[in-house]
């Protein structure tokens, strides 16, 4: 065969092989990371509806790539991403030296986790925005690294240090929730409604309606570097 030929048979025998690999086992792990999240509702169900019948905390699968864990006004979405990726030249992760003694190790899958309103989700609200948690990213040697809010902004950045773990995707769970708790839907500026049309006030009345969201203008984007 020709050269090029040579490189396209070696990217696909190797490159395209290895991201399957990755993809196949980001499957498994983000069972686990359903699992966890199943146990934690398990656990803190009984003790709420003790306190509040109307307080709600469980799971909602949708299949192989989603699945929400629902605590009263409050749902976190998980999201698992379909492709592999590699960060660019210049993020962290690339200069490290973990990356560097094996290039196979700079290619990841990826789990998006997004705060939504329970409500957004219960009334099909599709201008409400979700609020983007953290991002999961992890390599064929089930190594991981995060990208995330408050704690989760600088508990799994060390590259090639956090092995995935029941305790660490637990603690990544317990996070976000404490994150969302903490994170209240402040009413919008007045002057946002001084005048309303016929249809927005027919929404409402629609619980439908007028688009939600925490805050409003709200910045989800993590810095790389």
Known sequence: MGSKMDLIL???NHKADLKQRIYKNSLEIFEQFKTAAQEIAGKLAPEVLTKNSAVEVIVNDFGQFEFHLKFSGDTIVFILHTNVFTFPPEHLMM????IKENED???FAMIQIYNFLSDSIKYNRLADPGYLLARFFVNIEDRFYVEGKRQLAFLYKEPGKHLVSKESIDAII???MLYCLDFDLFVPPAENFSQITIEQKNY???PSGLATGKRLGFDITNRAN
Not at 95 to 98: D, E, F, L, R, T
């Open 10 to 12: 070696n990217g696909l």
């Open 95 to 98: 200069k490290s030296k973990y």
């Open 105 to 107: 190790r700079g290619y």
């Open 174 to 176: 317990e996070q976000c």
């Open 204 to 206: 409402f009345n629609n």
